[in-house]
C-alpha cells in the first residue's frame, strides 16, 4: 500500500487546491424537499444545483482539521465552509459547460497532474511513468479490507476532481487569452509616448485641514447607488458589544500567593503541615495532588522552562528550589530534580506492521506473525548489519524505506513513541534490536551517537490566580447595572455610557451570521451572540446580557442596525468609503471655486489655494505624477491642446490643472512580439481571480441557512 500510505502520512497533502479550484465533497442531488419550508438537508443553491448539508459538514470537517494540524482554532470556519463550495460549484458547472465530463477515465488520465501526485516521485517509476494500475489496485485491496478507509479515499477522490476540473477550465480560458496586433501596437506607442506639463495640484488632505466637509449618510448612499457592484451586501449585523472580564482582584492576588506559600514551606493540610514542597520525597506525586498542572517528566532546555528562572537553572545543584515567583497569571515555586545531556542519536528502522494497527492498512499478518518476522529479521540484522538493507522492502514505513530506513539525527525531544525514544536512549552506537510500538515491530538499527546539550528536569508547582467568588460577584453587579442604564436607549448612549465608565467597548459593524468569532471579542460566546443577532425576532435597540462560560466574564450586546441582502447600509461601510466620499466632495468644492474664480492661468490657481505651481514627465502606461499614480491626469495631458489651459481633474489624491508644454517620443527597446507575449503573459495571470469574481457575482447564489439555522437551531449534524 506504498502509495495510499503516501496520502496517510501526509494528511496536508489533502488540503491543497489549485488557484481557486476549492475543496468540495459528495453532492446529493437528489434530497426531496420536505412538506414545511425549505429542505433543511439542502442550505442553498448556485445556479440552481444544490448545496446539501452533507456537503457542508464534510467541508466544515476538512478545514476544522487543517486548521488542527495548523495549530488554529478550529471554531469560527462555517462561512468559509460555504464560499469553498459555491466556488467548486461554479467551476463544476463551468467544466461541464465546456464539454467535458469527470468520467473514470477521465479521471485516471488527469490523475498524474494534480498536486497531490506531481511532485512526489513516488507515484511515478524510474522512467517517469505515473503508476496508475499500482494505485488502482491498492485502492481495489483497500475496498475489500477497510471499508473506513476507502471511504476516505472517495473523499479524497471527490476533492482531486474538483482540482482537476479547475486546472481543465482555467487552462481552457487562460488560452484564449490573447493581445491583437492593433492592440499591442496602441500600447507600445502608449509606453513610448511622454508628455511635459506644468500643473498645479490642490491636495484633498491639505485642503481639508482648511476646510471641514461633513459626509452625511445621503452622502454614502449616493456613491454606494453609484457604485451598486462594489456594495452588494449579504445579510450581516451591526452590533454593539460591551465586554466586562472578571479579572483577579488584588486580593485575589495575594491569597493564592498565600496559598502557595504555604505550600511551598509550610505544610498541607492532607499531612498535618508536615509536608511540603521544599522537604516532599516524591516531587511528583506532590506536584500532582496540589498543582493547577500537571507534572512534567521531560528533560528540556533551559529556554523551555520558566523566563525567571531561565538564567539560574544551569548553576544549579540537584534539590534546589525557586520561587515563588509570578509568570503572568500564575504564582510558581520551582525544584530542579534532575539533569543529563541529552544525546543525538542517528539511526534507521524495518516496521513490521499488523492487521489493525495505525500502519497496518492492506497488511493481513495478524500480531503473533508479525513479531516472528520482526524477531527473524531482527536476529539476523544484528549478526550481520550489512544484511539491514535487504529488508527494507518489507518495511511498512515507505517514506524512510525510500532513504534506506534511516530517521535521521534524533533527540529525546523529536515527538517519536516513547518506546522508540527509550530504546534510543537506553542502547549505544552500533546496538539492533527489535521495539513494540502501537505501529507495529520496529527492527532498530543505531547508527551513530553524540553528545548534546544539557537537559534539566524541574518540578512546577503551579496556582492560577483566580478571580473569586466575590470578585465575579462584582464583575455580575457591574455589568446588570450597565444593562438597566441602556435598555431602551439608543446606540449613542449605549456607547458614551460604555466610554464613560472605561468599559471594553467593540462594534463590529458587519457580523455575518456564520463568521464564527466576533471582531474585537472572541470569546466561545461569540457564536451565540451571532445566532441571538440573527433571530427574526429581534429588532434594532434590542439588548442582551451574556456569561461566558467558566471565566466569570459578562458580555452585552446591543443591536445596533439589520443589514439584509441587497446594497449595503451606508452606516455600516462609512469607515471603509467616508475619506472617498470626503474627497469627491472636496473635489467639487474645488473645481467649483476654480470655476468661480475665472482663472485663466496656473499662477492664479495656485494662488488661490495657496500651493505651487510644479512641472512633470507623464505616460499613460506608467501614469505616474509627483510619486501619485493618477491615470485620469495622464490622459488629460494627451488630451489637451498644447499650450491650453485644462478643465480641473479629479485624481485620486487632488484636483489637478495643467499645461501642456509638448510630447515626445521615447523609443524603448524590444520588438512588437516580445511586447505582445509579455502583455499576454500579464492579462493571463491577472485574469484567474478576476474572472472567478465575476463569475460568483453574476451567478444565482441561493443561502437558505439563516432561514434554516433560525428554524432548527445551529445544527450542522
Known sequence: MAILGQIRSKPWLLMGVIALALLAFLVNPDSIDKVFGKNPDVLGKVNGEKVTREEFNDQLFVLQQQAEQQGRPKNGLEEQAWQLLVQSKLIKQQFEKLGFEMTDDYFWSQIQYDQMFAQNQQFFDEKGNFKTQELKKEIETLKNTNPQGYTQWLKTKKTIEYRLMARQVFTNISAGITTGKKEAEEMMKERDQLADIDFVKVDYAAYLQKTKINVSTEDLANYIKQHPVMFKAEPSRNI????????????????AMKEITKLYSGGTDASGGAENFQNTKNDSMFVMANSDMPFNPQYVKPTQLPSTIQGQITTAAIGQTFGPYKEQNFY???????????????????????KGSPAGEGVSRSKEQAKKLADSIGA??????????????????????????????TTPETPFVPEFLTYLANNPKGATGVVETQFG???????????????????????????????????????????????????????NIAKKDNYQFSNPKNAKRFDGQLQGLGTDKDGEILAWAFDKKRSKGDTEFFTVDG???????????????GLADPESVRDQIEVLVKNKLAAKQISDKIAGAKASNLDQIAKLFATTKQTAQVNLLNPSVAGAMEPKVAGAAFGVAKGKLSNPVEGGTGVYVLIKKSETVNKQPGDLKQFTESITQ???????????????????IQDYRIEIWNKLGNQQQ
Do not use: C
Request: charge should be positive.
Open 332 to 354: 510558581v515555586v520551582s525544584k530542579l530534580v534532575g539533569k543529563k545531556t541529552s544525546d543525538s542519536t542517528l539511526s534507521r528502522h524495518i516496521l513490521i506492521a499488523f
Open 682 to 700: 500579464r492579462n493571463a495571470g491577472m485574469f484567474g481571480q478576476a474572472w472567478m469574481k465575476s463569475l460568483q457575482d453574476n451567478a444565482d
Open 441 to 495: 515491530y520496529h527492527i532498530i538499527n543505531i547508527e551513530d551517537k553524540k553528545s548534546g546539550s544539557m537537559g534539566y528536569k524541574v518540578a512546577n508547582l503551579i496556582k492560577e490566580i483566580k478571580p473569586s467568588d466575590a470578585t465575579e460577584a462584582d464583575t455580575d453587579k457591574k455589568a446588570r447595572k450597565f444593562i438597566q442604564q441602556v435598555q431602551g436607549k439608543s446606540f449613542n448612549d449605549f456607547v
Open 551 to 565: 471565566t466569570g466574564d459578562k458580555i452585552i450586546v446591543y443591536l445596533n442596525g439589520k443589514q439584509e441582502a
Open 240 to 255: 454593539g458589544i460591551v465586554y466586562f472580564p472578571s479579572k483577579p482582584s488584588a486580593t485575589d492576588d495575594a491569597a
Open 380 to 409: 539476523i540484522v544484528k549478526a550481520t548489519p550489512a544484511k539491514f538493507t535487504e529488508f527494507l522492502k518489507l518495511s511498512n514505513d515507505p517514506n524512510s524505506a525510500a532513504q534506506g530506513g534511516s530517521l535521521g539525527w
